[in-house]
């Protein structure tokens, strides 16, 4: 596919039919803001699973070509659907869009740059059945070499855990590894488990846990919409969690959009959200006190990219 290689595990097996029997429509939820060369791959892995009854794809800016195949695609694939015109309105709100618009009753949102596995869909189904409502669960995020991405598992972000992360701070200095919030280095779980934090990569939500939050908080941009999504799920009583056997590689950084640009709105995505969060007077403030550092730090790391010689 043009440069894009990524070790995609055929579609074989099909589901069982115990889950056959329980299982309701679902739709997978896409969000497109100049991809490239990985999309058409994504949507083939996705339009492959045998458990994916609708794909909604959500495009907030593609090229011409981009934009006429998925036209295209819609008009041949009857379970393709394509929201197109409303311009570049955000991760957040786009995803609100592609929810409201889906017909399914489980609703997986997933990357456009994010190549399903065998089985994942199924097993994101699967664990989050009969789950108390609000519910989320996430799936395993891959590189391209099957190793586990960084922000699959996380624990709760917070203003020091946050900096320390921008920063790599935790993996220089061992005073401070006990504010590293990324689980990935540790083993991963045999089976499903409750997390703070999972990526928005991939994960999967019920109708009915999507509208007990009332979906994504528009006032997030780009990032940080899918930390505050799982803080919202625990507020409300419920469960976040960790499916390590629905698996999803992820590339990253696929996007034409300036890192620079991208980071900036993680920095002031992250900023909100401890405003969001203060309890008191007191955090409030402390929150609004680091806000221009978590910002600068977050713009700083593609300079820092670029200084050390690493694709952006």
């Not at 055929?10 to 969000?31: C, G, I, N």
């Not at 996007?255 to 900036?264: I, T």
Request: aromatic fraction near 6%.
């Amino acid at each position: 596919m043009n440069g894009i290689a990524a070790p995609i595990v055929a579609y074989e097996p099909a589901p069982t039919q115990d889950f056959l029997k329980l299982r309701r429509k679902v739709s997978v939820v896409k969000v497109v803001y100049m991809t490239g060369e990985a999309l058409q791959q994504s949507v083939e892995c996705v339009l492959a699973d045998p458990s994916v009854d609708e794909l909604v794809v959500v495009d907030n800016g593609s090229t011409r070509l981009e934009a006429a195949r998925l036209k295209r695609l819609a008009d041949e694939d009857r379970r393709v659907r394509v929201i197109q015109g409303q311009g570049n309105v955000g991760f957040a709100r786009g995803a609100n869009l592609g929810a409201r618009s889906a017909r399914g009753e489980v609703l997986v949102f997933l990357n456009p740059d994010a190549f399903l596995q065998a089985g994942c869909i199924d097993e994101l189904a699967r664990a989050i059945e009969g789950r108390p409502v609000p519910c989320l669960v996430g799936g395993r995020v891959l590189n391209s070499d099957r190793t586990e991405q960084r922000g699959a598992r996380r624990g709760d972000i917070t203003p020091v855990s946050a900096l320390v992360s921008l920063s790599r701070l935790a993996t220089a200095i061992p005073a401070l590894r006990r504010y590293e919030v990324h689980w990935e280095s540790e083993a991963a779980p045999e089976d499903v488990i409750a997390v703070p934090t999972i990526s928005g990569a991939c994960f999967c939500m019920r109708r009915e846990d999507f509208d007990a939050v009332q979906g994504f908080d528009e006032g997030y941009f780009l990032h940080v919409e899918d930390v505050d999504l799982c803080w919202r799920v625990r507020q409300g009583g419920g469960e976040v969690l960790f499916q390590p056997k629905a698996e999803v590689i992820h590339l990253g950084h696929t996007s034409h959009a300036s890192p620079l640009r991208v980071e900036f709105h993680k920095g002031v995505g992250l900023a909100r959200y401890f405003r969001k969060r203060a309890e008191n007077g007191r955090e409030a403030l402390l929150a609004w006190a680091i806000s221009p550092l978590i910002v600068c730090t977050a713009i700083a790391r593609p300079v820092m990219w670029r200084i050390r010689g690493r694709a952006a």
